[in-house]
T-cell receptor, first 112, second 112 residues
Framework: DVKVTQSSRYLVKRTGEKVFLECVQD?????MFWYRQDPGLGLRLIYF???????EKGDIPEGYSVSREKKERFSLILESASTNQTSMYLC???????????FGPGTRLTVT | GDSVTQMEGPVTLSEEAFLTINCTYT??????LFWYVQYPGEGLQLLLK?????DKGSNKGFEATYRKETTSFHLEKGSVQVSDSAVYFC???????????FGTGTKLQVIP
């Protein structure tokens, strides 16, 4: 069965901390994505990666960076967490055949 | 650019009522179309998909037909259950790194 896992379901961090969110997929997909989801704003794309060490900015990359050292793993990094980064973070990979996405369970991050 | 418009929620229905959630899209070429469902506290799951005009996607009693002439992909279910309470997202993929465009989501609440 297709699987995307995220390192934490819930995370509480302090302002200014460096935060790592990790995502692993077992489907050998080339493309992976990080979104944030906020009430009333839907899903917004932060970054995506189309190959190892390759990345592209999405719609809201400010304050975030990413790392893709291995095909199965895609990490989102908050260099210096701020309270406006409190959100639900969703990782996804995408099937090359029809373009359907597979999502992880999400990480609810609270920055205090 | 690509866009997806879906009806505002929340939608509240009684158990066994008929469900329609409207979705229209704008895209270049011939996109694949999807409905995703998000249960409380979870990530998104693919509900159904259609990859070409006049295709009907179906799953768990839900159906949607890819209508190119009206650029629509409305979600329907004949008899909803309390367990169908969730947020439903319409989405499309028109290629190019396989980025997916999502609607803003429609919250469905089914009451006994």
């Amino acid at each position: 069965d297709v699987k995307v896992t995220q390192s934490s379901r819930y995370l509480v961090k302090r302002t200014g901390e460096k935060v790592f969110l990790e995502c692993v997929q077992d489907m050998d997909h080339e493309n992976m994505f990080w979104y944030r989801q906020d009430p009333g704003l839907g899903l917004r794309l932060i970054y995506f990666s189309y190959d190892v060490k390759m990345k592209e900015k999405g719609d809201i990359p400010e304050g975030y960076s990413v790392s893709r050292e291995k095909k199965e793993r895609f990490s989102l990094i908050l260099e210096s967490a701020s309270t406006n980064q409190t959100s639900m973070y969703l990782c996804a990979s995408i099937s090359p055949r029809y373009g359907e996405q597979y999502f992880g369970p999400g990480t609810r991050l609270t920055v205090t | 650019g690509d866009s997806v418009t879906q009806m505002e929620g929340p939608v509240t229905l009684s158990e066994e009522a008929f469900l329609t959630i409207n979705c229209t899209y704008t895209a270049t070429g011939y996109p694949s179309l999807f409905w995703y469902v998000q249960y409380p506290g979870e990530g998104l799951q693919l509900l159904l998909k259609a990859t070409k005009a006049d295709d009907k996607g179906s799953n768990k009693g839900f159906e949607a037909t890819y209508r190119k002439e009206t650029t629509s992909f409305h979600l329907e279910k004949g008899s909803v259950q309390v367990s169908d309470s969730a947020v439903y997202f319409c989405a499309l993929n028109s290629g190019g790194y396989q980025k997916v465009t999502f609607g803003t989501g429609t919250k469905l609440q089914v009451i006994p």
